[in-house]
C-alpha cells in the first residue's frame, strides 16, 4: 500500500488546512487510516484515526478543532484542521494499519506510512 498525503502550508493562528492521504495498491488490506505529527525534538504522535466504517478516534489537544473524515470510494482520508494553534506545527503524516487491526491507537500497528507534509501555524 502507497500512501501520499498533502495539503500542508503556512498559516495564521486561527486559521484552517485540509490535509489529504491518498491510498493506492491493494488498499482493502487495509483498515485504520490515521494522522501522526511531529515537531522538531519530539516523538511523532498519534493526531487522529478513522476505520473504513468511520470509527474515529481524536487525541485531546484536538478535540473540537479537528475531524477526520474518509472517502472509501476516492480512497482518501482527509484531515480538516481548524483553530490552528501554533503548537499544531510540525510535519504530518498519514498511516495505515492491516484490516486485520481494526481501530487501533497503537503506534506498532500502522505499517504503512506517507512521506509527510509540513504545517506550520505562526502566532
Known amino acids: 500500500v502507497q500512501l501520499q498525503a498533502s495539503g500542508g502550508g503556512l498559516v495564521q493562528a486561527g486559521g484552517s488546512l485540509r490535509l489529504s492521504c491518498g491510498a493506492s495498491g491493494p488498499v482493502r488490506s487495509i483498515n485504520a487510516v490515521a494522522w501522526y505529527r511531529q515537531a522538531p525534538g519530539k516523538q511523532r504522535e498519534l493526531v487522529a484515526t478513522i476505520t473504513s466504517g468511520h470509527s474515529t478516534h481524536y487525541t485531546d489537544s484536538v478535540k473540537g478543532r479537528f475531524t477526520i473524515s474518509r472517502d472509501n470510494m476516492k480512497n482518501t482520508v482527509y484531515l480538516q484542521m481548524s483553530g490552528l494553534k501554533p503548537d499544531d506545527t510540525g510535519v504530518y503524516y498519514c498511516?495505515?494499519?492491516?484490516?486485520?487491526?481494526?481501530?487501533?491507537?497503537?503506534?506498532?500497528?500502522?505499517?504503512?506510512w506517507g512521506q509527510g507534509t509540513q504545517v506550520t501555524v505562526s502566532s
Open positions: 498511516a495505515a494499519a492491516p484490516r486485520s487491526r481494526g481501530l487501533t491507537i497503537r503506534f506498532e500497528d500502522y505499517a504503512y
